[in-house]
């Protein structure tokens, strides 16, 4: 019950306890898991690592999931160092080695947590379901376990964060208006709208004109459909169909406001797009940091020239995570007007604001 | 106050219309019961640097740390004579040896602790005061008169939904830290409140 609240109601906070919690029956040679303290997260985990010991380490992400958090600096090393040196995990252990969940690389710096604490910090994958196949494996992530999934249930779940509190608010509102019988279509029609665009979404051109066609064919099938119902209901009248239109329209637009930050696949749409990723070829050591932590494949080692190169980039999704972690600032932002923004300051700053930063001397 | 830091440029306008503009004399009273002439003071969670602006001008030595570099980019830009670094308060003891500050100074952060995370800087700060130094903590608290209580929650449930709505968290009231000030080893611990729901702790470390 309270995890079906946690996702109808998922563009809120949901604040799981930090600390240390026991999973199964860990004991002094444990590995131990950390995450941040968002509810649905520390339950995935629970659930992923079902039938085996660990301890999970739950840092402040402010009930945040680690992915949005550590882009929007909310989960940083500070937190993981923090979570490290308060929750007693110290005394719990023989070890030093930490695995960190791969999505937080935007927001913690892996050589800070090294070297404020002692602590090893490890990436672990992409998503909770591949930590047992990565603990048993010794440890390491496979090509696979580092590129982010987007199946049907996140989708699914993705769609439910905006049916939740739009469809019942477009209901009460439409209500006095249309009637109840009209007012049910016109957010049945939305919610119709909603669920297409997330389970169709690996599909759907998106990234063609910011994805207006798809909006619009989206508004005018959910319309299509709405009317039909009216009909069937008897209700079809020029004021019901009107109001419907209006339900499809502002339903559709608030959908697509969110979907690039609601989907781990596009680059956020609250930043420019006129800038890409820079490989700077010559400070590039080989330490294959960034393909530890690209969600995406786009950085691939060279075994032969011992550098990494750029093998999709396609594929990039502008998070930062590569800038970040590279020990040798081999990688930063360049604009297309040829400004570029230094991996010092998207370490200090993140994602935020980023168009301003691009000319910011930090 | 989380929500005013994602947007650190809109921090001192937001934090004056929810203290219905008495910050500022908050920062002035923290001062005067902290800072002085050639006193070494550490401002924890400085934020866009009210409180060490204020511990400067009365002719102390501030550093202000804060685990958020664009707080820390409005607050440099405010003073120059001030030293800002990018630390969270339980990393206080990789920076700074024990007793070299006279006053540790905090306002508006341990309510963004987890209990762990606050008893953990509490002895921090005891160990990196002087002897004799002070602890000077301006937070939330609930008032203590019963009907006033009432009147807060009731005041604060709409304030907290709206909040949760817009920031993206909650802060809570903190505990009255006398209590766990003098368990901790501190010893003179003294309080006032500005008004009702905030509360001005200052603690002694003992000579």
């Known amino acids: 019950m309270s995890s079906l609240f946690d996702t109808v109601l998922r563009i809120l906070p949901h604040r799981a306890p930090t600390g240390l919690t026991a999973i199964g029956n860990p004991d002094r040679s444990s590995p131990v898991l950390l995450t941040g303290n968002y509810t649905l997260t520390v339950q995935r985990i629970k659930e992923a690592l079902d039938g085996l010991d660990a301890w999970l380490l739950v840092a402040d992400s402010n009930g945040i999931n680690v992915w949005c958090a550590s882009g929007g600096g909310h989960l940083t090393h500070h937190d993981v160092i923090s979570a490290i040196r308060t929750s007693g995990v110290q005394d719990k252990v023989d070890h030093r080695r930490l695995i960190l969940p791969q999505l937080c690389a935007t927001g913690v710096e892996r050589s800070r947590v090294e070297d404020a604490t002692g602590w090893t910090a490890l990436w672990g994958p992409a998503s909770a379901e591949d930590i047992p196949a990565f603990l048993e494996r010794g440890e390491h992530t496979a090509r696979q376990e580092r590129s982010v999934r987007f199946p049907l249930r996140d989708r699914l779940e993705m769609a439910a964060m905006w049916i939740g509190p739009l469809v019942p608010i477009l209901w009460l509102v439409l209500w006095p208006i249309t009637g109840a019988g009209a007012s049910a279509i016109d957010a049945a029609a939305v919610m119709l709208i909603v669920l297409i665009l997330y389970m169709l979404f690996p599909w759907l051109p998106l990234r063609v004109l910011r994805g207006i066609p798809v909006y619009a064919a989206l508004a005018l099938g959910g319309f299509g459909i709405g009317t039909g119902l009216l009909g069937l209901a008897g209700l079809l009248h020029g004021s019901t169909l009107f109001w419907l239109g209006a339900a499809c329209v502002v339903g559709t637009a608030i959908a697509s406001i969110d979907v690039a930050g609601s989907t781990p696949l596009l680059a956020s749409s609250v930043n420019p797009s006129d800038f890409e990723v820079e490989l700077i070829l010559d400070r590039c050591t080989g330490t294959a940091e960034c393909v530890l932590v690209c969600p995406r494949e786009v950085l691939l080692m060279d075994g032969h020239a011992r550098k990494v190169r750029m093998a999709k980039p396609g594929n990039c999704i502008l998070c930062a995570a590569c800038i970040v972690q590279c020990p040798t600032d081999a990688l930063r932002f360049r604009f297309d007007d040829g400004h570029v923004v230094e991996p010092d300051v998207i370490r200090h700053t993140r994602m935020n604001l980023l168009g301003k930063r691009k000319t910011a001397a930090l | ?207």
């Open chain 2, 1 to 207: 106050m989380r929500r005013l830091e994602s947007t650190p440029a809109r921090y001192d306008r937001g934090i004056a219309l929810l203290s219905g503009g008495r910050i500022g004399s908050v920062y002035e009273r923290i001062a005067e019961l902290a800072a002085d002439r050639n006193v070494d003071v550490l401002d924890i969670g400085c934020g866009t640097g009210g409180v060490s602006i204020a511990c400067a001008k009365r002719g102390a030595t501030v550093v202000g740390i804060d685990r958020d570099a664009g707080m820390l980019e409005v607050a440099a830009s405010k003073s120059s004579s001030i030293e800002w670094l990018e630390l969270d308060s339980t990393e206080i003891e990789d920076r700074f040896d024990p007793e070299c500050f006279d006053a540790i100074v905090s306002c508006l952060v341990f309510s963004e602790m987890s209990p762990q995370v606050q008893d953990y800087t509490l002895s921090i700060a005891l160990s990196r005061l002087r002897p004799g130094g002070r602890l000077v903590i301006a937070d939330e608290v609930e008032p203590e008169d019963a009907g006033q209580r009432v009147l807060y929650r009731l005041r604060r449930a709409p304030m907290v939904a709206a909040t949760w709505l817009l920031t993206q968290t909650t802060t809570r009231p903190i505990r009255d830290l006398r209590k766990p000030l003098l368990d901790l080893g501190f010893g003179e611990v003294d309080s006032e409140r500005p008004w009702p729901s905030f509360q001005i702790v200052t603690a002694i470390k003992p000579s």
